[in-house]
């Protein structure tokens, strides 16, 4: 019995997701932002050491690290990783092996290296070169995808969220008509430091 | 993937990369021109090189350690964004930069520990060939097996899609009853430290108009 309702799920995984893993991104990750920008958001509201103008900052940040997180990820992330895929599958990048085995079929390959429709997944018959093709796209595949990642979520999403946050604490303290210290240089206010 | 600050690499096969329709025509033909701009590549063979990079490529493509990559570079790039960023005023600078290294470090402290625990069930309950008792639990059924699981890729996937929605399943419940509640803990403990820094700052400086 408790077997069953457990092989459920998992033919469901198994069934949806082994050949082809990138459908179930979209769901996980639009639950795990989601989820995680919900719990920060009530953690903010809920903090009574934090003042209504930073809480006016600071909600705002936490939902569009969200929705940025999340279109980011599908901009950058995913298009680098796709970008990286098709350099190696069309050939633009490939290891000295298979390098030479198009040289030596130039007159098949060569006009067609760099093309997005050429595959040489579909051309490689040779193991061995097979095996060094894969190699060298899993693991330029693999460092492309962390770069992007990197980039995607720890640069350009926090400068995305920051500035719309920033619009949106600028709209609440002018509907409420409160006074804030104007922004200024870091470590400038005019006076000198012993 | 990104989860909350974690990415899944995934074998992907690009064979049903559709590039339909108005848009799809679109990206193909820009995608076409960069391609064709580009100059063919043929990285240096070196065997020791190769060994270097695919282990650190195995390591990168676990859940776990990949937390650790994407906390480590939130931790030195997302509080320097934050502080510099001059469109709001310094306090509410301070504040925002010390709520983020304090999400940073709760999230990645309780968020590393379940997906290195979820990953290590997966991989042990998921051996086709094992044969002690629970090395084959969360396997799927035979016949679903021999029909979607063909080959390494496909079990790979199918661990990765398998932990990762376990591990998203309990970080629904960790998110709120952990993270949260330890990002406000080290928020606040940040900006007092924060307050008192100033307060020093301010105690010491001579204004030099007098």
């Known amino acids: 019995m408790v077997k069953n309702i457990l092989k459920k799920p998992l033919n469901w995984i198994a069934k949806s997701f082994s050949e082809n893993p990138s459908k179930m991104l979209i769901w996980t990750g639009v639950i795990g932002w989601t989820t995680s920008s919900l719990a920060q958001i009530g953690a903010i509201l809920f903090n009574p050491k934090l003042k209504n103008e930073q809480k006016s900052f600071l909600i705002p940040q936490e939902t569009w690290d969200a929705m940025a997180n999340i279109g980011m990820f599908f901009l950058i992330t995913k298009g680098g990783q796709l970008f990286a895929q098709k350099l190696f599958e069309t050939g633009k990048i490939a290891p000295k092996s298979v390098r030479n085995f198009l040289e030596r079929n130039k007159d098949l390959y060569k006009d067609r290296i760099g093309k997005l429709d050429f595959r040489l997944d579909d051309v490689l018959k040779n193991p061995k070169l097979m095996k060094d093709y894969k190699t060298y796209k899993s693991i330029g595949t693999t460092f492309t995808t962390v770069g992007c990642s990197i980039l995607a979520s720890n640069i350009i999403t926090p400068i995305v969220r920051n500035n719309m946050a920033s619009k949106m604490q600028n709209n609440y303290i002018q509907a409420k008509n409160i006074e804030v210290p104007q922004p200024n240089f870091v470590n400038y206010n005019g006076s000198m430091r012993i | ?210």
């Open chain 2, 1 to 210: 993937m990104y989860i909350g600050g974690s990415v899944m690499y995934v074998q992907n096969n690009t064979d049903n990369l559709a590039f339909e329709g108005r848009f799809g025509k679109f990206f193909r033909r820009i995608g076409q021109k960069a391609f064709d701009v580009m100059p063919e590549i043929t990285p240096k063979e070196s065997k020791k090189g190769i060994e270097k990079a695919k282990k650190y490529e195995d390591g990168m493509s676990k859940p776990h350690v990949n937390k650790l990559i994407i906390g480590g570079t939130a931790l030195v790039t997302q509080p320097f964004i934050d502080y510099y960023n001059h469109k709001v005023d310094e306090e509410t600078r301070t504040v925002a930069k010390n709520r983020t290294i304090a999400k940073v470090v709760a999230c990645t402290a309780v968020g590393l520990p379940i997906r290195k625990l979820f990953y290590d069930i997966v991989q042990k309950m998921t051996d086709k060939n094992g044969s002690k008792r629970f090395s084959k639990a969360l396997l799927p059924d035979k016949s679903v097996l021999r029909k979607y699981i063909k080959n390494d890729t496909h079990l790979k996937n199918y661990r990765n899609a398998l932990s990762t929605t376990l591990a998203i399943l309990v970080m629904c419940v960790t998110n709120f009853v952990l993270d949260a509640p330890l990002t406000t803990h080290f928020t606040n403990k940040l900006n007092a430290k924060s307050a008192k820094k100033k307060e020093f700052e301010q105690k010491t400086e001579v204004n030099i108009y007098g």
